[in-house]
């Protein structure tokens, strides 16, 4: 394996990544601006299990990649950034799914 990081195997883990954010961002905001108490709770819950799902298939990936001896590090660093705002977004968005 060679020490420098090409394209092909960072891009991957960048997209998953933005794409998870992203996703879950709109519907948190799409959440705040809706009237209606049953769907602002369930899009703030669709954007938490977009999150953990995010969360879960890097977790996967990062896997997959060390079974295959690739570069399962970078996968790992996209899980750790997940799971760190995965908790983070719980901590804010579960209150308004329990308690709005």
Known sequence: MSAILSAREF????????ATIGLAMLLAVIAATVDSTGATKALALAS???MLL?????????YLSWRADG?????????WFLLGLSLLWFTSALPVVLFT
Request: aromatic share 10%; no cysteine; charged share 10%.
């Open 48 to 50: 938490l299990i977009v």
């Open 54 to 62: 995010g969360t879960l298939t890097a977790m996967v990936r990062t």
């Open 71 to 79: 570069r399962w590090q970078i996968w790992q660093g996209a899980t």
């Open 11 to 18: 891009r991957p883990a960048v997209t998953h990544f933005a």
